[in-house]
């Protein structure tokens, strides 16, 4: 098997097959390593310059639905196409970059692998695109519909006074909106914490009534 295979069938487990032969042209010619990395809450992916006997390094987190490993992994090669226009004597998210991310999504629209939801919020979010994807609820929004995670819910559609679990296994019960974030206590701490709307959660759910008598 060639390389170009192994990176094809790599590609294929993350992104809609559609797209696998144009990004795997990608990392040719732009001459990236691609590395899949285990959830991080900080971040979807980001983007390393090359250092003297390294290629330029992508790493993308490994439970993103295809569609937002997709779209993140187009954020990150602007990235990298922006560098080697400018180097570091432009803005990271500056009008440079969003021109390179629109150049670069402009074909991948067109192999029409996204579902229409995700296609008509990811137009709208082309029109000014934001340092991060879940910089833009609505984009964000569309995308978590399409996740496969068992059990997880977004905070926004629980009702206010729903206990909830997030982390590890920290239970927090939801409060009042307090301009774009959830006012949320944690139990056994009394702390109040803010949250994101689309933060996802586990509903806890009630234990069960026992019998008696």
């Not at 226009?85 to 402009?106: F, Q």
């Not at 399409?146 to 679990?165: A, N, W």
Request: hydrophobic share 35%.
């Amino acid at each position: 098997m060639t390389q170009a295979e192994r990176n094809k069938s790599i590609l294929a487990k993350y992104i809609p097959e559609e797209a696998v032969p144009m990004i795997s042209d990608w990392i040719f010619r732009f001459n990236f390593k691609l590395k899949i990395k285990k959830a991080r809450s900080s971040k979807y992916g980001d983007y390393r310059p090359p250092q003297p006997g390294t290629n330029h390094q992508i790493t993308i987190n490994n439970d993103l639905n295809k569609y937002a490993f997709l779209i993140t992994l187009v954020h990150e090669v602007a990235h990298l196409l922006t560098w080697e226009r400018h180097r570091n004597r432009v803005k990271p998210h500056g009008e440079e970059w969003k021109e390179s991310y629109k150049e670069l999504m402009r074909p991948v629209m067109r192999l029409n692998v996204f579902p229409e939801d995700v296609r008509a919020a990811l137009i709208v979010y082309m029109q000014d695109p934001a340092a991060t994807n879940c910089s833009d609820e609505q984009l964000t929004r569309v995308l978590k519909r399409h996740d496969q995670k068992s059990g997880l819910v977004l905070l926004e559609i629980l009702p206010q006074q729903s206990t909830f679990v997030y982390g590890k296994n920290r239970r927090f019960v939801k409060g009042p909106k307090r301009k774009t974030r959830f006012v949320c206590k944690e139990l056994g701490t009394g702390k109040e914490y803010l949250f994101n709307p689309l933060c996802e959660v586990k509903l806890e759910q009630p234990e069960p009534l026992k019998q008696t008598g």
